[in-house]
């Protein structure tokens, strides 16, 4: 290992850890919306999740809400929809209008909205919501309603984006579930002087909206629909209807004991009347820049686990880090040269044997002109075979396959498109990675780190081609056309039975193929969770018009107007035969084992990671500092220890490595997947089998990103190294 490497690793792990530091910092807005007193304020209703369901539900959907309809509120018709990019509805948001009025400075004790008139299936409907814990988003001035909360010593507080639709209980009479919905909502728009001249002139910004739920019956309201004390709620509002039991009491009249589930729609419907309350209050404690900090406030207690994670990486990366050192300083290092003082002093020995250009080369003529005896000439001849053999003997182990390491690798076709897709993850990571740390993508930009992800993959589509092509003809490869197509199409998300049997081994047709699977069973359920048929065909359209022919330009670039990387020894037509393998050498072991080590690195912060996606939708991930610093450790220790592994097996005599490079830079794959297959049995409450089919099979196509992410990463190093040594020695 070279000292200036060193020093250049060591600089990058200080900048590194230096953005860690700045993991919460963020731009939360390009503008800020100011409000003056008595100015109507826009509050829009989104969607209803759980953390142990993976389908979400348009609130507006929902059977028992009361329906928008259709008049102004702060200039706008209720249930209308707005429009979304690309991130939002991937993400299932469904935002619309509302009917609930907001009027900057304006408290009201209680507001009546509706009484929404419910049948036994939309009661039936919201128990199943309440019993999975479903929780609805709304959005007032780009903030979602938050539930307050307050830490164990009660020092601090924080947010978790949602409110409960309703809560469970047990009757104390027969000890069976009850089931209550929250009825009555207050509001508490938190708000403060505008900076600058808005300020100056009156303006007020919204840097809080906290919902507070209240279930109310129909006993505990006025005439007006309003609860006639807010503060002290004697019943709440269980949904629950009076079973009918005429039809079971006619087919069964001897029997008895008639259930009370009977599911019969008779007609008979419950009456659920809906409230509101709104309350503004100032607090000059939050920034308006530092508004979103609340709904961190809880991630900063596991800092600590961060920095675990963190050291955790590094421990574990400079512990390969000295392997490596020693690989390369005691082996690699002296057999270069070895091989190049061998190769020095067989040259001596050829010009010592030099003949002349002239006269016969035939032995009697030789011996008639040697000066000396047959005896002495034997001995001359007897050192210079000895001489031969110790050369021969001093090239072992890697020099021996130097004919044949180049040697083009079988499904090389195959080969190529993998690289260049994964030469479009890389980009699209360190992307998102580095507008992640630097704030440009933050939670106050809805739907972005999905859409500039997708952005970044569709225009990287210059870069997959070109690395693909030019690998393609490094490999020999005649038709690039053929090579673009398949690198087009496992770059793009395309549908179509003729693309099917091309695409199925390849990443993006993987992932439309199942995507589009999994849509036909969250369609069933009617949930926001699937994409309209119409993001569908624009993400087609995105692919005809925009992927393949970047894709299309960049392989004919990298095919005809770069040249195919040079190897710095030459192939012989006849393979070398290669010699039993020892077990723990064989592809299967050294992928597996060599995959543990970046899995080491990454478990940690995985932790977080599932936590957000999985286990805590409420709260927002946004430690992109620590997970950069982590990120940039596990590519440094994919490198290291692909070369590792590389040099082992063709020490071996095994020049097999391209495939194989692939595989162990993506071999942590595996151990991601075990990992999230625990994290489901072990952490998660996920309930109903398409919320599980979801669960794995996300996890699934996650898995199959990051294997062809760091596969890419390890095939690029081992073709880096494998060039480097071989360029180093004198193989004739």
Known sequence: MHADFRMALRRLLVFSLSLSCVSAFYFPGYSIRSYEDDEAIPVFVNKVYSDNTQLQYAYYDLPFVCPPTGKKHAGLA????????????????????????????????????????????????????????????????????????VTIDRTQKYYAAGFKLGYKDLSPLTGKPRYFINNHLTLVIRWRKAPGRSGENGGKVVIGFEVYTKSVGLGDRNETGCPRDVHNVNQGMELYITPNNTKLATQFPNSSYLPEQDEDDDGTKLTIPFSYSVYFREDTRVEWANRWDMYFKNQEESSKIHWLAIVNSLVILGLLSTVMVMVWNRTVHGDLKASKDGFAEEGKVRARRKKPKTGSRSPRILVEKSSGSLLEQSIDNEDDVSSDEESIEDITGWKLVHADVFRTPECSGLLAPLIGSGTQLVFMATGLLLLSSIGVLNPSFRGGFVSVGMGLFVFAGLLSG????????????????????????????????????????????????????????????????ALPFGTLIGLVALWLLIQVPLVYAGSWVGYYRSKPWEHPTKTNSIARQIPKQAWYTESTYVILLAGLVPFAVIFIELLFVFRSLWQDKSGYYYVFGFLSVVSLVLIITVIEVTIVATYVQLCAENYHWWWQSFFIGGGSAFWVFLYCAWYYFTKLNIQGFISGMLFFSYSLLACTVYGLLTGTVGFLTAYAFVRRIYGSIKAD
């Open 466 to 529: 070109y690395f693909s092509g030019r690998l393609y003809s490094t490999f020999g490869g005649r038709n690039w056309r053929k090579n673009t197509l398949m690198v087009s199409v496992s770059s793009a998300e395309a549908t179509g039975a003729a693309n099917a049997i091309q695409t199925a081994l390849l990443f993006p047709g993987l992932l439309f193929s199942t995507i589009f699977i999994l849509n036909l069973f969250v369609w069933a359920q009617a949930s926001s969770t």
């Open 78 to 149: 209720s249930g209308r929809s707005v429009s979304l990019n690309l991130g939002e509805v991937l993400r299932g948001d469904r935002i619309m209008t509302s009917d609930y009025d907001l009027v900057m400075g304006q408290d009201q004790e209680c507001r009546y909205l509706c009484s929404q008139e419910t049948d036994r299936a939309g009661i039936k409907r919201a128990q199943e919501l309440v019993e999975d814990g479903y929780v609805a988003e709304w959005i007032v001035d780009n903030l979602p309603g938050a539930t307050s909360f």
